[in-house]
């Protein structure tokens, strides 16, 4: 007996304990999936701020929109169940009433069968109808007179609609006090309101959707404009360098047996032809690359939430130049990049502020500091509590110290390091605008390799190609029987 006690006791507790652990389980799942809808929603509302994702304009306005509106005719129905009215016709009026009405309705949403004559027509019949039916019964057949003003609203939208919406008013109230006296005015007035509300909200519709129709398709050719841009440029680059690059190789084969050193110039014009080649579609793809301020600052808004951090952008002060913005989306990028992959930041705060002279950005984050600054590679400027730069010094990651090389380039200037509540800041000066670039100066085109003579590349930020010693004066000493040598100067397009 007391053995079997115990062996229920110990069930009932193997179950209890099962129960709880599936409740535990459930109750993780919950949160996860709670997690990953909060994360999903945030995406999508990135996603809908940067317009990636279209809005929905909902279904097309229709006929079936105008239909509730013919309850008002239930008090007419009611009068020829309950003999008020003749059976016969008011029957046959409400069926011509309601079969004109629905008609006009739906052809009311399209613009050619609006202005189609048939419709026309049928308006005017439907007016017919509606005056015929109000005279001659009066009472709740009066409302037919509104419901005869939505029509005309709904059709007619254009200058005209002013003055036959008051004719029409005119009518109904003419119509109406003939039956019931002054309180006809009642009945106009409502008239008036149907006709020219009906007629305002239904173009205000209308233009709405053509307008977001226009945009759609001004952003679908400017897609097709940008990347029909980007192929010309890549051909203008590559089909003009393959071709020499292809010519000179040629003529260093037939040279090589019988003039070593003409070989070697072609060659070394071939090294010089692909190193200028490399930095101009270098250039190229960086302005194709290089966008708007404010679009770096969605996707930084995009990024964050991702990553489980909230984000808080504030921008305030004039506009800056474009290539000022260019210069900050570059550093909102590798900021941003560093609160995700190197703190456990929960909050990122961007603010871009400015006076007509200079613009501030800061990038402020709540994350510890105690990060080794030591890991280096490109792009990577991790978080350090060595104070100050330290993040930007020779050791640490060379991201923000690239920045500041190219913003002391363009008279700014860059501070990174711990905040004074904590966490970790990057601020970023520049002039609101720019002097425009002189011929042969720098570019601003990420990780770029300056040309030695001797084929080896430094990352000095310059973007210039540099040619070697004797490739212009060797290329033009060559023999007549070789092929022309072609300069490899900075314009290499056809």
Known sequence: MTRSFEDRRRAATCRRDAWRSAFRTAREHRRHWRADKERFKAEYRSARRAGRIPEDPGPPASGFTLLPWLLMGMGAFSNVFQGDADPWIGSLGLLAFNSLYIYVAFRAFVKEAREATSTRVALVLLGLVTCGLALGYGGSWLLFLPLFGLATGAVLRGPQLRSIGTAVAVLAGAVACVRDGWDGLTIAYATWISTMVTAAILSLSEAVRELRAAREELARR??????????????????????????KSEAARRLAPRDMDAALSQVTDIEAVGRQALTEIREAVTGYREGSLAGELDRARSALTAAGVEPSVSRSGPPPDPRTAALLGWVVREAVTNVVRHSDASHCGITVSGTPERVRLTVTDDGSSSISSSSGGGGDCDHGDTGGDSCCAPGGGTGLTGLRERLAAASGTLTAGPGPRGGFTVTAELPVELPMPHVGATTTAPAPVTATGTGTGTGTGTGKATEPEGTRSAAATQSADTVPSVAAGPNLGP
């Open 222 to 247: 400017a897609v097709e404009e940008e990347r029909l841009r980007f192929s010309r440029d890549l051909h203008d680059l590559l089909g003009h360098t393959l071709s020499v690059i292809v010519v």
